[in-house]
Nanobody
Framework: QVQLVESGGGLVLAGGSLRLSCAAS????????MGWFRQAPGQEREFVAS????????YYADSVKGRFTISRDNAKNTVYLQVNSLKPEDTAVYYC????????????????WGQGTQVTVSS
């Protein structure tokens, strides 16, 4: 099983960009599909994007299509989320998650989670 650590969050003005990273421990990272989710205060955890084990297939929430890009580097055991054209409504804690069996938008399909990284977008 992998362990996940996110980084790259911060405070940014609307319209700005960040690159979030999720570093995984373990030698089996390349066998896991990966997802990014976010949770704003008082709201449910929301799917953002996912990528299959090889990186050849990606899936996005409608709210982030065209602005966010998920990618992975299996040689570095890392998955990335490039977030562009940020809006105040993108403010949330962003979590990465891993699944050996599932690649999709349901948070319950993922069995390993990181601790999250805060993204705050000011207007």
């Amino acid at each position: 099983q992998v362990q996940l650590v996110e980084s790259g969050g911060g405070l940014v003005l609307a319209g700005g960009s960040l690159r979030l990273s999720c570093a995984a421990s373990g030698r089996t990272f390349s066998s896991y599909s990966m997802g990014w989710f976010r949770q704003a205060p008082g709201q449910e955890r929301e799917f953002v994007a996912s990528i299959n084990w090889g990186g050849g297939s990606t899936y996005y929430a409608d709210s982030v299509k065209g602005r966010f890009t998920i990618s992975r580097d299996n040689a570095k055991n890392t998955v990335y989320l490039q977030v562009n054209s940020l809006k105040p409504e993108d403010t949330a804690v962003y979590y990465c998650a891993a699944s050996a069996l599932y690649y999709g938008s349901r948070w319950s399909g993922y069995d390993t989670w990181g601790q999250g990284t805060q993204v705050t977008v000011s207007s």
